[in-house]
């Protein structure tokens, strides 16, 4: 069976037969995103003083080995972030190559999805090849620049998509719940309950920003952005209920504003979190620092817990939203196709609903270990060339966070979540680029009447 998987076209499966039912296109997604963690990780070791450290003073004969495979003294070309960057640049291309390999494809039976969905190991063969070739790369100065300017695209290119579908989601939601009021009235009690308290965090979180993030000798650009990003929350909430945005989108309430508002109040809390600190005078002539809890500044000297947390909910979330991003119906949301009013059905759990109606055959080879649903024959169950696309773009955001963004000079694992600039604007502008999308969607129908919009 491991022979199958790694080998030849057989789906990849856990040995433990009392494992439950697994579907061929959950496993290989799975292995992708396996693949992805593992160049993560490396990328993240690579970024560690530390670990470069103890393998200087643990490894026999090191930098006899670093020399004779012409890394630098003490391997140096191996680590920092010229070689994450090369890393990543691998790791690109290997989805990069798997978007025009899939293209295409409509069930699991051609030959390339085959190679899509087997031969793991000649995969990993081609992936870290694809790797450590990039450390053979000439010219290294205009490579690094050139890929830099390619990553900070790509990497913001990864967000804006992140911010379409969460857009998407909350209008997903209040489209699903609405559905089930013509049936049962207590889905109208359970918007109302939810947009109350989505409302709830908002503000809440919006006094506590003002609270622990501003002091009144200082901290005038905190104070600015507060204000502005509670005023756009509030602005986007009228618009929602406006009756010309009503008579255009009857659907369009304050559970959509509500969602929007809390992830804003989110992205404002982490961005503020990332800004510099700031330091006055207090009444007896001493330096203090200000702008940020006094709770957390002992907190933060503790780096290695830190980094440890943050890297971890970092990583989790990029894949979380490799994985999420890449369903049929998230594919079908950024071009706007939405389903139908009519065809809803009022879920709690509406995010969890399947892929789609494809028919699923548990006939296969038998064999120990897992069982495996081939649920692909007679159509992919999610598309392809977009799954490989946003792993690429993950790839370059991944290697834009590690290093920093534009900091990449003084970038360190241990210091990922140190304050500085290039994430605080990052982080902004993601707050503004949210509202204005989710903005668009509301008056959109009011610009161009003569189109029809479906969400």
Same mark, same amino acid.
């Given at each position: 069976?491991?022979?199958?998987?790694?080998?030849?076209?057989?789906?990849?499966?856990?040995?433990? &037969?009392?494992?439950? *039912?697994?579907?061929?296109?959950?496993?290989?997604?799975?292995?992708?995103?396996?693949?992805?963690?593992?160049?993560?990780?490396?990328?993240?070791?690579?970024?560690?003083?530390?670990?470069?450290?103890?393998?200087?003073?643990?490894?026999?004969?090191?930098?006899?080995?670093?020399?004779?495979?012409?890394? #630098?003294? =003490?391997?140096? =070309?191996l680590?920092?972030?010229?070689?994450?960057?090369?890393?990543?640049f691998?790791?690109?291309?290997f989805?990069?190559?798997?978007?025009?390999?899939?293209?295409?494809?409509?069930?699991?039976?051609?030959?390339?999805?085959?190679?899509?969905?087997?031969?793991?190991?000649? =995969?990993?063969?081609?992936?870290?090849?694809?790797?450590? #070739?990039? !450390?053979?790369?000439?010219?290294?100065?205009? +490579?690094?620049?050139?890929?830099?300017?390619?990553?900070?695209?790509?990497?913001? /290119?990864f967000?804006?998509?992140?911010?379409?579908?969460?857009?998407?989601?909350a209008?997903?939601?209040?489209?699903?719940w609405?559905? %089930?009021?013509?049936?049962?009235?207590?889905?109208?009690?359970?918007?109302?309950?939810?947009?109350?308290?989505?409302?709830?965090?908002?503000?809440?979180a919006l #006094?506590?920003?003002? !609270?622990?993030?501003?002091?009144?000798?200082?901290?005038?650009?905190?104070?600015? +952005?507060?204000?502005?990003? %509670?005023?756009?929350?509030?602005?986007?909430?009228?618009?929602?209920?406006?009756?010309?945005?009503? *008579?255009?989108?009857?659907?369009?309430? @304050?559970?959509?504003?509500?969602?929007?508002?809390?992830?804003v109040?989110?992205?404002?809390?982490?961005?503020?979190?990332? =800004?510099? $600190?700031?330091?006055?005078?207090?009444?007896?002539?001493?330096?203090?620092?200000?702008?940020i809890?006094? +709770?957390?500044? %002992?907190?933060?000297?503790?780096?290695?817990?830190?980094?440890?947390?943050?890297?971890?909910? /970092? !990583?989790?979330?990029?894949?979380?939203?490799? @994985?999420t991003?890449?369903? $049929?119906?998230?594919?079908?949301?950024?071009?706007?196709?939405?389903?139908?009013?009519?065809?809803?059905?009022?879920?709690?759990?509406?995010?969890?609903?399947?892929?789609?109606d494809?028919?699923?055959?548990? &006939?296969?080879?038998?064999?120990?270990?897992?069982?495996?649903?081939?649920?692909?024959?007679?159509?992919?169950?999610?598309?392809?060339?977009?799954?490989?696309?946003?792993?690429?773009? %993950?790839?370059?955001?991944?290697?834009?966070?590690?290093? &920093?963004?534009?900091? +990449?000079?003084?970038?360190?694992?241990?210091?990922?979540?140190?304050s500085?600039?290039?994430?605080?604007?990052?982080?902004?502008?993601?707050?503004?680029?949210?509202?204005?999308?989710?903005?668009w969607?509301?008056?959109?129908?009011?610009?161009?009447?003569?189109?029809?919009?479906?969400?």
């Open positions: 069976a491991i022979l199958a998987c790694c080998c030849g076209i057989a789906a990849c499966s856990l040995c433990c &037969s009392c494992c439950p *039912k697994i579907k061929q296109s959950t496993s290989t997604r799975f292995m992708y995103a396996l693949y992805f963690i593992l160049v993560t990780i490396l990328c993240c070791i690579m970024m560690s003083p530390t670990v470069a450290e103890k393998m200087n003073e643990n490894i026999p004969f090191y930098s006899q080995i670093c020399n004779q495979i012409q890394a #630098g003294e =003490k391997c140096s =070309k680590a920092g972030y010229s070689a994450v960057y090369r890393v990543c691998g790791m690109a291309c989805f990069f190559i798997f978007i025009f390999l899939t293209l295409g494809i409509n069930n699991s039976k051609s030959c390339r999805a085959y190679i899509h969905n087997g031969f793991w190991l000649f =995969k990993f063969v081609f992936l870290v090849a694809l790797c450590s #070739g990039a !450390f053979f790369i000439p010219d290294q100065d205009t +490579f690094l620049e050139v890929w830099r300017y390619v990553g900070t695209a790509g990497g913001a /290119l967000l804006f998509i992140q911010l379409i579908l969460l857009v998407e989601f209008h997903k939601w209040n489209k699903n609405t559905s %089930g009021i013509r049936h049962n009235r207590l889905w109208n009690a359970a918007l109302a309950f939810v947009t109350l308290i989505t409302y709830t965090v908002a503000v809440v #006094g506590l920003l003002a !609270f622990f993030y501003t002091h009144p000798d200082g901290c005038l650009l905190n104070k600015i +952005f507060l204000g502005v990003n %509670g005023g756009l929350c509030f602005l986007v909430s009228m618009v929602a209920i406006s009756p010309c945005v009503q *008579k255009r989108k009857p659907h369009s309430g @304050l559970l959509q504003s509500g969602v929007i508002s809390c992830y109040m989110y992205l404002t809390f982490s961005s503020l979190a990332s =800004k510099p $600190r700031e330091t006055t005078l207090d009444a007896a002539g001493k330096n203090i620092t200000i702008c809890p006094s +709770f957390s500044q %002992g907190f933060t000297e503790d780096t290695t817990l830190v980094t440890a947390l943050g890297t971890v909910i /970092l !990583f989790g979330c990029v894949l979380y939203s490799c @994985l991003s890449t369903t $049929r119906a998230s594919s079908e949301a950024l071009r706007g196709n939405l389903p139908l009013l009519e065809t809803e059905v009022a879920r709690c759990c509406f995010c969890c609903t399947p892929d789609g494809v028919e699923a055959d548990e &006939s296969g080879p038998v064999r120990g270990g897992q069982q495996v649903i081939y649920d692909e024959k007679r159509s992919t169950v999610y598309s392809y060339p977009y799954f490989h696309f946003v792993f690429f773009l %993950g790839s370059l955001y991944v290697m834009m966070t590690v290093t &920093s963004w534009f900091h +990449f000079d003084e970038a360190d694992i241990e210091n990922l979540f140190r500085n600039w290039s994430t605080f604007w990052i982080k902004m502008v993601s707050c503004w680029v949210c509202i204005l999308l989710y903005l969607t509301l008056v959109a129908p009011l610009c161009c009447p003569n189109r029809q919009f479906i969400a």
